[in-house]
């Protein structure tokens, strides 16, 4: 071969890397590469019976590990680069016989776990012998930036504050409702004014029996918590129906003849709480799957996957099946994050930085797991780039949108749309953003998001190539009707595998791409995360 | 010249750089007070530019240090009150961490020489309210009941109050005792002395079943024993540097480890 051969072969080589390299790559890997029968056999392996529903704390979990790990090996990788992160847990039961009774003068009343309250948290066992004042705070939120105040000349240190769910009119704008309306929120600003415990009357969400039953699925289950956790409070979920018999007294006393549920106040009835419980500890582990980057200068930084492989175990029997599988929850997701850490392990020479896989446990009980992680990181946190986190993969049809949950809140929306157009999609911003957060804040890409780390959630949208978007909706309704944290999301669940495989191809594509660029993900100015990342400069 | 100055800049900040230790100060429960002194000499040991200051008192000693700076770490064997958190929050604008290290129980110890084996949680409550004042009442020989509680500042004086007492104030003959090893002391020289404690501060008096249940490591685990608690450790926010390595290392292997052969129940 002569110079002058050589300088055009140099040429070429320079300009497809610096102009077209990530994309021709990126396309290709993405048509041949992803094997959805490995996907296939993965989710079938992990959704088995044998796994027992991968509960935390129960037998299956460590099962599902072990797996997790064996698949891994396979990868033809140093050893090193598989790290079990073990994390002990707190599980904290509140039992039947514990008494929870309001006294006014009327007399007493005492009231049925289950049946007529829920224990939220019990704010590590609470035990309120003593009778304690009750004081109504409306909605319960003290909100500055708009000079709204629930609890405006109301002395609440060493009381319980009683307060409804939702939000008054007067937060309206979605950035505060996102910010007040959790209950969390509503916490702790309970614990900020010196409450001693709360009770929330879910008037808006309860609308009748069955709402309250359905509840039960959260919180006739125990509590879960990791051994280090920011102060608590005692937190009882009220039966709406039982409204009247707390504010009663008051509506009926001739001194409080102007009560009403706009004026915050103290209430005539008094509560008092003797939690009887029952405690234990566990171990579980997150697994964490290191791809290096060969690149010298970005090898330091790196992406990270997420995907959580727990789900509810062996629980309580419906129609006689008591192991919750949790097939589409997250069986699938973990199975093609495994197949997307073959590929990239196999790919690393084009990785411009590192990836962590990191499959969680813990997520089904408070997200523990990521909690965990973003608090204990293997690499500081100011070294990652971006969270992207599967938690629910396409299963209804080949689509036309994808939606990125969580995207508004940085550039990876610019990232995500742009990839998107790369892919022949659009990108969804039409949705709800309300529920845009409650989702954001339901899985773990949130506990990234509050360590400062600009996380994302992508999900297919609701157009698709062969069916309607009424159908597509039917699905999605069917699914949470019937299969959400239900013994039935199993391996007989209807999954169209070319949705997954078009899903997954479309993830690797935008994680090489998102990898590879040189600009990084940053948080917009405007959100609160961004507050996350001063402590990442500090850290720095 | 100003290469010289630059020398002795250097050499000065690699003298500071070597004198340079760190000091950690933690106040608060008599009951956690001897185990947290094993953990702060086997750590100190193992990083010796550590210094760390253990002082007692009891729980609301922890967070009044906390509070105004004197700790920076509140061991606690209760929950932290809401009137002491609002204290906390007006001050710092943080709600404070716990850190639960260990489980623990409340022992209730009489006189080796006392047959009594059990005491239910009823003849507890009477006792402490005075309702019952002899031993011959609880099956023993005719003599008057001496009890022993910790002072009002103790997390174990509170747990007691609630649990036992539901809320009710000690009856007015009932002994207030400055800290954990005084009191077991003072059960020991006297036949018909009862008090009340931690599980691991090992000592000569006799621990008695509860409920008919003793207060071994087991029935602890799994909630047998009537009255178990945790053991905290409490920080303001989230801890950094070696108050972060510390409490780490007391929840690694190394440190439940600790913790278990001192006579409480682990967390791993």
Redesign the interface.
């Known amino acids: 071969m002569n110079k002058l051969n050589l300088k055009i072969i140099i040429l070429i080589i320079l300009i497809i890397k610096f102009f077209g390299y990530n994309k021709l790559i990126c396309n290709s890997l993405n048509e041949d590469l992803i094997n959805i029968n490995n996907i296939k056999n993965h989710s079938f392996a992990l959704a088995d019976d044998s796994m027992f529903g991968r509960g935390n704390g129960q037998l299956g979990l460590k099962i599902a590990q072990k797996y997790i790990i064996d698949q891994l090996s396979k990868n033809k990788i140093d050893k090193n680069n598989i790290i079990i992160q073990s994390l002990p847990v707190i599980e904290i039961n509140t039992l039947e016989n514990s008494e929870f009774e309001f006294i006014n003068n009327f007399g007493t009343k005492k009231l049925s776990l289950y049946r007529e309250y829920y224990i939220h948290s019990s704010g590590l066992m609470s035990y309120f012998p003593n009778e304690l004042d009750l004081v109504f705070v409306r909605y319960g939120i003290f909100a500055p930036e708009i000079d709204y105040n629930d609890y405006y000349g109301i002395n609440v240190v060493g009381k319980t504050v009683v307060f409804f769910d939702g939000v008054p009119n007067e937060l309206n704008s979605n950035e505060l409702i996102a910010r007040y309306g959790q209950l969390e929120a509503k916490k702790r600003i309970a614990l900020a004014r010196g409450a001693i415990a709360c009770i929330l009357i879910p008037i808006n969400e309860i609308k009748n029996n069955n709402d309250w039953k359905n509840l039960g699925n959260d919180y006739e289950k125990p509590e879960y918590n990791l051994p280090f956790f920011t102060s608590n409070i005692l937190t009882i979920i009220l039966h709406p129906e039982l409204t009247d018999l707390l504010f009663n007294f008051d509506k009926n006393n001739l001194e409080s003849k102007n009560f009403t549920y706009e004026n915050s106040q103290i209430l005539n009835t008094k509560m008092v709480f003797k939690g009887r419980y029952r405690d234990r500890s566990f171990n579980i582990s997150n697994i964490i799957y290191e791809i290096k980057s060969t690149n010298p200068k970005y090898n330091d930084e790196y992406l990270v996957i997420t995907a959580h492989y727990d789900h509810l175990g062996v629980s309580k029997p419906i129609d006689n099946d008591s192991i919750y599988n949790g097939f589409y929850d997250n069986a699938i997701g973990v199975s093609v994050l495994l197949e997307l850490s073959k590929i990239l392990t196999e790919q690393r020479d084009i990785l411009k930085r590192s990836v962590l896989c990191i499959f969680f446990a813990g997520e089904e009980i408070g997200l523990l797991g990521s909690r965990y992680f973003t608090k204990n990181p293997i690499v500081p946190l100011y070294k990652m780039i971006a969270n992207i986190n599967i938690d629910g993969v396409a299963f209804i049809d080949n689509f036309k949108n994808v939606i990125g949950v969580g995207a508004n809140y940085s550039n990876l929306k610019e990232f995500l749309s742009d990839i998107a157009l790369d892919n022949n999609l659009f990108l969804d911003t039409n949705f709800n953003k309300k529920e845009a957060f409650d989702a954001f804040y339901n899985s773990d890409q949130v506990a990234f998001a509050y360590a400062g780390v600009p996380s994302i959630l992508i999900l297919d949208g609701l157009e698709y190539k062969n069916v309607s978007f009424e159908y597509g909706i039917n699905r999605l309704i069917e699914y949470i009707e019937n299969y959400y944290h239900n013994p039935k999301d199993d391996v007989n669940l209807n999954i169209n595998w070319n949705a997954t495989l078009q899903y997954s191809q479309f993830l690797l594509d935008f994680i090489i791409k998102l990898n590879n660029c040189e600009k990084v993900p940053e948080w917009y100015n405007n959100k609160f995360y961004l507050e996350r990342l001063r402590t990442r400069a500090e850290k720095r | 010249m100003k290469k010289i100055i630059f020398f002795i800049l250097i050499s000065f900040s690699s003298c500071i750089s070597i004198q340079r230790y760190e000091k950690i100060k933690i106040a608060g429960s008599d009951t956690m007070y001897k185990l947290l002194e094993i953990l702060s000499a086997v750590y100190m040991k193992n990083n010796p530019n550590v210094s760390i200051y253990v002082t007692g008192g009891g729980t609301e000693y922890g967070f009044q240090g906390l509070e105004n700076g004197q700790a920076d770490i509140a061991m606690a064997s209760r ?5 002491e ?2 204290i906390i ?1 007006d001050k710092f604008n943080s ?7 260990a ?1 623990d129980a409340i022992v209730i110890y009489v006189n080796s020489n006392n047959p009594v084996e059990n005491l239910s949680i009823e003849d507890l409550n009477k006792i402490y309210l005075c309702k019952i004042n002899n031993w011959k009442d609880l099956g023993w020989k005719n003599q008057e009941i001496l009890a022993y509680r910790r002072m009002s500042t103790s997390g174990t004086y509170h747990y007691f109050k ?2 036992i007492l ?2 009710e104030d000690y009856c007015q003959n009932i002994i207030a005792i400055q800290n954990h090893e005084t009191l077991i002391s003072l059960i020991e020289q006297n036949e018909n002395s009862i008090g009340f404690g931690g599980l691991g501060n090992h000592s000569d008096a006799k621990p008695i079943k509860v409920n008919n249940i003793y207060p071994l490591t087991e029935n602890i ?3 047998k024993y009537p009255l ?3 053991l905290q450790l409490f920080t303001i926010s ?1 801890p950094k540097g070696y108050v972060r390595d510390f ?2 290392w007391i ?1 690694s292997n190394e440190g439940q480890n600790i913790i278990k052969n001192f006579g409480y129940v682990g ?2």
């Open positions: 929950n932290i009150h809401s009137d958190l609002k929050i709600i404070g961490i716990s850190h639960l290290i489980k609630s649990h539901n809320g685990k799994k909630d178990t608690r945790y989230e409490i780490n929840m967390i791993l």
